[in-house]
């Protein structure tokens, strides 16, 4: 009897050791497994952070004049910081002139696509006017580095190389204009003048009232909302925004028809002028050119414009805005609302008028001679 139960003892001994090992060999397998899960799972969230990565980074400009860029065919000067800035001069040469303009281009143009003043105007009046292709646009050297301080500042130091004198007139248009709002505050001493054309409006302005400014972004396509908000809030995401394919980016970017206002479409056949120039307006890539104008222009700001004081407080100068009530790109509200903070504007709200108002005919002998003349 001893022995027998000494038997059944040594058997359930065995199948003990037999169940431990089945259960150390299982739990060992599980071990392997979940370790081996783990490393596929790192080595798949590694390979998704590299491309989400290489997604949002941009590609390196193609810099004018270097070994892989585009060649250079207008004169240009260097700037203090080594960069370059192409220029283009219009009217009558500066040394007969009695009044010298420097030319703001909008989003997506260049040095070309100046204010159409006449020559007639231009001859009777002593009109200098010059051009430049703001940073990272036509065939000047990008800035990583822009803000609106600096463009005002590169403004300043083109107008010296050029001998404009002590002062000289500004105008911008669109995302030029805006560039204006900078000039007006840092370097309001060297304006003998400034003239706004629809000037862009960055909805986060400090000062800028929420009901206004909420107007003004919701009278924008959805899809515009969604990429100056991009710009503004998170603007390492600028690049790749407006560039993949799942939601639609900036609808001006893609140059859509649906942001022109009925007197813009008639205007459009006047773009047929850009053709033997517009493959050299982005020529240097989107990025530094139209995602970094996104960037600045709807970016964190240091000042607003309703903070600016009168650059001319004993009427030696003034300051004009224009503005179509059917803008469909830069909305009327914001600008109605600058106007009347800032009393010491000339504001020129034309009804019916969209947003590329400047190009209509005749339109820009208007502008010159409200700046110039106060007519």
Avoid at 158 to 167: H, I, P, R, W
Avoid at 191 to 206: E, I, K, Q, S
Wanted: glycine share 8%; aromatic share 12%.
């Amino acid at each position: 009897m001893a022995r027998a139960n000494r038997k059944v003892s040594a058997a359930s001994a065995r199948a003990h050791t037999r169940k431990s090992k089945q259960r150390s060999s299982s739990y060992s397998s599980f071990l392997s497994s979940s370790g081996m899960l783990r490393k596929v799972s790192l080595v798949l969230l590694a390979g998704l952070i590299a491309w989400v990565y290489q997604a949002i980074q941009p590609p390196p400009p193609k810099i004018c004049g270097s070994s892989d860029g585009p060649s250079i065919t207008s004169p240009r000067i260097k700037l203090s910081d080594g960069r370059h800035l192409a220029y283009k001069e219009h009217g009558v040469p500066k040394e007969e002139a009695k009044y010298k303009i420097v030319y703001v281009h909008g989003f997506d143009s260049c040095r070309h696509d100046a204010l159409p003043m006449s020559l007639e105007l231009a001859e009777e009046l002593g009109v200098y006017l010059v051009s430049f292709d703001r940073p990272g646009y036509g065939e000047s050297d990008p800035n990583p580095r822009r803000t609106p301080k600096s463009t005002a500042l590169d403004i300043e130091e083109l107008a010296d190389q050029l001998k404009l004198g002590s002062k000289f007139y500004v105008i911008g248009f669109s995302m030029g204009g805006q560039v204006i709002w900078g000039c007006l505050k840092y370097i309001p001493h060297r304006l003998a003048g400034a003239t706004l054309l629809t000037p862009v409006v960055n909805y986060w302005w400090p000062g800028l009232p929420a009901n206004v400014s909420r107007v003004g972004y919701k009278q924008q396509l959805v899809q515009d909302k969604w990429a100056v908000g991009v710009a503004h809030y998170f603007p390492w995401l600028t690049y790749w925004w407006n560039t993949q394919n799942w939601f639609p980016g900036s609808s001006v970017i893609a140059q859509s028809l649906d942001i022109f206002s009925p007197q813009d479409r008639d205007l459009l056949p006047k773009f047929q002028a850009r053709e033997h120039y517009v493959a050299q307006i982005r020529q240097q890539g989107n990025f530094e050119s139209l995602h970094r104008d996104m960037i600045v222009g709807f970016g964190t700001w240091e000042f607003a414009p309703m903070d600016l004081d009168n650059p001319f407080p004993k009427n030696e100068g003034s300051v004009h805005l224009w503005q179509g009530d059917q803008d469909w790109i830069v909305p009327v509200g914001p600008q109605r609302y600058i106007a009347k903070q800032l009393p010491w504007i000339h504001y020129h709200e034309l009804a019916g008028a969209g947003h590329m108002f400047p190009i209509a005919d005749g339109f820009g002998d208007s502008i010159v001679k409200a700046l110039l003349l106060g007519e």
